[in-house]
Structures are given as C-alpha cells and as structure tokens.
Nanobody, 120 residues
Framework: QVQLVESGGGVVQSGGSLRLSCTIS????????MDWYRQAPGKQRELVAF???????HYADSLKDRFTISREDAKNMAYLQIDKLKPEDTAVYYC??????????????WGQGTQVIVSS
C-alpha cells in the first residue's frame, strides 16, 4: 500500500520561511513525479510546484519567486521550501505522487496534508 506523509507545517510569522517534507512508502520513490498543492479556506486546491522523476521543475507563475521544490531520492523525500511567507500562503499543503505504470495506467497518491498558518 502506497502512503504519502507530509510534515513541516506550522504557524510562522509573515516574512519567515518553512520547509515542508513529503515521504512515500510502499513504492519506488524515484519512479514518481512529485507535486505540491495547496488549499486555502474557501478556495479550490491549486498546484504550487511540480518536479519530475528526472528533476525538472515547474511552478505556478505567481509563486515561483518564493517557492522551491526539490527531491532527494536516496531518502525518499520531496521538499517544498517557502520563503518570505505571506498571510495569503495560509493553506493546507498537500503532497501528490504521480507515475505512469508500465501498463500505461496513471496512478496518483495523496498525502493527508500539512497546515501552514502565516500570521501578520
């Protein structure tokens, strides 16, 4: 059974930094592309950043200056570094792992989310 677990959320003052972590168990981490999404209260879940299995990255246009996604396959870990936090970054942050199986089937797994609260 594939499981994702996020950690690193918390309450931080505006202007501060956080590093969120995501680990996967039950499968081969290096085979997955990893995404970070966030969902603010009353809003739809939105893509924050994406990193492919080979390390290529993509960011939401409005966030790429303050967010950095990375991965460390040897530790089965993906990270999201958030700098210069703003109150509008307050959200639940979710990790998502995606891969295409040899059969061609696309599989996707989600973590339970980690809460980030930015105080002004």
């Amino acid at each position: 059974q594939v499981q994702l677990v996020e950690s690193g959320g918390g309450v931080v003052q505006s202007g501060g930094s956080l590093r969120l972590s995501c680990t996967i168990s039950g499968s081969i981490f290096s085979a997955y592309a990893m995404d970070w999404y966030r969902q603010a209260p009353g809003k739809q879940r939105e893509l924050v950043a994406f990193i492919s299995a080979d390390g290529s990255t993509h960011y939401a246009d409005s966030l790429k200056d303050r967010f950095t996604i990375s991965r460390e396959d040897a530790k089965n870990m993906a990270y999201l570094q958030i700098d210069k936090l703003k109150p509008e970054d307050t959200a639940v942050y979710y990790c998502n792992a995606v891969r295409t199986l040899p059969t061609g089937r696309l599989v996707s797994y989600w973590g339970q989310g980690t809460q980030v609260i930015v105080s002004s």
